[in-house]
């Protein structure tokens, strides 16, 4: 299982630091067999001798250049940061980044050589007007994505399920993981509100490879209850 935490515009360099220690203790006494990742905000970003995977939550498609308040390839490579988060529905829709930009950041690090969390996921509206909207919309999402690169990774995150304590059924879940597992033979994350007290049953299902967590995994307890629930 792969399980992701994606801090957002929360925490801190010192209290990054912090939790990746009480992480990395706790990785330490077993599941050596997942694969656990943090998205810390970028001034946190660093270093870690550490089986935990550090990645970055956004950069620009650029090695370094005239991007006023962005970051790119070479203050990733500072950190031996490997592991990037394209697409996620935040930077979609309240940062207003278009399809077309993110295909050119997803091909950019592609070509780095990155392992791409590539996020997708459908607003309330599309949801409501029925599965075949929905699944067409999640399709464009794809377009332009080299779906065979061999580091990507799929989130799928229902943008209404964000941040909302609402997740969709099991059912609802394993329907669309199992069609989109049909377009993209690569593992595909579920995200959207999952917490210790839905974790275990939503990677039970048999197309969910992992999660990404964003609000429980601001508090360290909550996201090893997640990590457990991976048994
Ligand atoms: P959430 O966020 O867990 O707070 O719903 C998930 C995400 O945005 O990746």
Redesign the pocket.
């Known amino acids: 299982m792969i399980v992701a935490a994606?801090f957002?515009t929360n925490m801190t360099r010192r209290s990054t630091q912090e939790y990746m220690r009480a992480l990395e203790a706790f990785i330490a006494t077993g599941h050596s067999e997942d694969t656990v990742m943090v998205f810390p905000p970028a001034t946190a970003l660093d270093r870690w001798e550490s089986s935990v995977i550090v990645g970055a939550q956004n950069a620009y498609a650029t090695h370094h250049g005239a991007y006023t308040g962005e970051i790119g390839l070479e203050q990733l490579e500072e950190f031996d940061i490997r592991t990037i988060l394209i697409g996620?529905?935040?930077r979609r829709h309240v940062l207003g980044e278009s399809q077309e930009e993110i295909v050119h950041k997803c091909h950019f690090y592609q070509e780095a050589g990155f392992t791409i969390v590539y996020?997708i996921g459908e607003p309330l509206e599309i949801r409501e007007s029925g599965s075949d909207a929905l699944m067409e919309y999640l399709e464009a999402q794809l377009e332009g994505i080299d779906l065979g690169y061999r580091n990507l990774i799929i989130?799928y995150?229902p943008v209404w399920?964000?941040?909302?304590g609402l997740t969709p059924s099991s059912d609802d879940i394993l329907l669309i993981h199992n069609a989109l597992k049909k377009m993209v033979q690569r593992p595909l994350l579920y995200?959207?509100?999952?917490?210790p007290n839905n974790a275990r049953e939503i990677m039970a299902l048999a197309s969910v490879d992992g999660v990404?967590?964003?609000?429980?995994?601001l508090n360290i307890d909550d996201f090893k209850s997640i990590i457990q629930a991976t048994e």
């Open positions: 994606n957002k996620h529905s935040e996020c989130a995150e399920a964000i941040g909302t995200g959207g509100s999952v917490k990404l967590v964003g609000g429980a995994s």
